[in-house]
């Protein structure tokens, strides 16, 4: 019997006090209850799900005009070498005439096969 008596007692050690229980079972109150969460979920899903649109429609955005500069960045660079062109094109002009450049390359090329022959002879 006293054997059992032990057992009782230790189990009874284990055990919630009546008060503890009742402590709990307040405590428990301020929790949502199921409804509300989903009464919560009803909520808050729709504004998430507008959220989450925008935020894909902006990653779009950005992606597109990041395509939009690599571009802009390319034709810059053919415009860049198309006046770079013009511009040296306007220097050699200033600088030498084209006429008096086709003059002085006959005679560079008169001289080069004269040279040649004389050379060969």
Same mark, same amino acid.
């Given at each position: ?7 009782? !007692?230790?189990s009874?050690?284990? %055990?919630?006090?009546?008060? /503890? +229980?009742? $402590? ?6 301020? =929790? ?17 799900? !507008?959220?989450?649109?925008?935020? %894909?429609?902006?990653?779009? /955005? +950005?992606? $597109? ?6 571009? =802009? ?5 053919d ?43």
């Amino acid at each position: 019997m006293y054997k059992m008596f032990n057992k009782v !007692e230790k189990s009874i050690e284990n %055990k919630a006090h009546k008060d /503890q +229980i009742w $402590e709990l079972k307040e405590k428990l109150r301020e =929790f949502s209850t199921k409804e509300a969460l989903a009464e919560m979920e009803e909520k808050v899903f729709p504004i998430m799900t !507008e959220v989450v649109d925008k935020i %894909k429609s902006f990653q779009r /955005q +950005i992606d $597109e005009s990041s395509r939009q500069m690599v571009r =802009f960045d390319e034709v810059i660079v053919d415009k860049a070498s198309k006046h770079d062109l013009v511009k040296i094109n306007k220097k050699l002009e200033n600088t030498l005439d084209k006429e008096k450049f086709e003059e002085l390359k006959k005679e560079f090329d008169g001289f080069s096969k004269r040279s040649s022959q004389k050379i060969e002879n």
